[in-house]
C-alpha cells in the first residue's frame, strides 16, 4: 500500500488544520491507519487511529478533544482535523497503514507502512 499525506502548513495556535491521507495499492488488506509526528531529536509519537472496517477510533491524550480522525471507506482517505492547536502540536505529521491487523493498533503499535511527512507548525 502507498500512502500519501497533505494538508499540512503554518497556523496560528488556536487555530485548525485539516491533514489527509491518500491511500493506493494494496487498501483492501488494511486493518487500521494511524496518524503519528515527530519533532528532531525526539521520538515518533502516536496521535490517532482508525480501524478500517468498523471505524472505531483511539487517540493519544494530547489529542483527545481536539482532533478527530475519520475515514472514507470509497475513496481510501483518512483525514485528521486538528483544532485549538497549540505550538507544541508543531511537528511533522506522518500517515501509517497497519496491514496484519496488529492487538496494539490502538496505542500506535503494529504500522508497518508509512506516507511521507507533512509539516505542521503551530506559531504562538
Known amino acids: 500500500v502507498q500512502l500519501q499525506a497533505s494538508g499540512g502548513g503554518l497556523v496560528q495556535a488556536g487555530g485548525s488544520l485539516r491533514l489527509s491521507c491518500a491511500a493506493s495499492?494494496?487498501?483492501?488488506?488494511?486493518?487500521?491507519m494511524g496518524w503519528f509526528r515527530q519533532t528532531p531529536g525526539k521520538e515518533r509519537e502516536f496521535v490517532a487511529a482508525?480501524?478500517?472496517?468498523?471505524?472505531?477510533?483511539a487517540y493519544a491524550d494530547s489529542a483527545k478533544g481536539r482532533f478527530t480522525i475519520s475515514r472514507d471507506y470509497a475513496k481510501n482517505t483518512v483525514d485528521l482535523q486538528m483544532n485549538s492547536l497549540k505550538p507544541e502540536d508543531t511537528a511533522v505529521y506522518y500517515c501509517?497503514?497497519?496491514?496484519?491487523?496488529?492487538?496494539?493498533?490502538?496505542?500506535?503499535?503494529?504500522?508497518?507502512?508509512w506516507g511521507q511527512g507533512t509539516q505542521v507548525t503551530v506559531s504562538s
Open positions: 501509517a497503514a497497519d496491514m496484519d491487523g496488529s492487538s496494539l493498533w490502538y496505542r500506535g503499535s503494529g504500522y508497518g507502512y
Open positions: 495499492g494494496r487498501t483492501a488488506s488494511t486493518d487500521a
Open positions: 482508525i480501524k478500517w472496517s468498523i471505524g472505531r477510533t
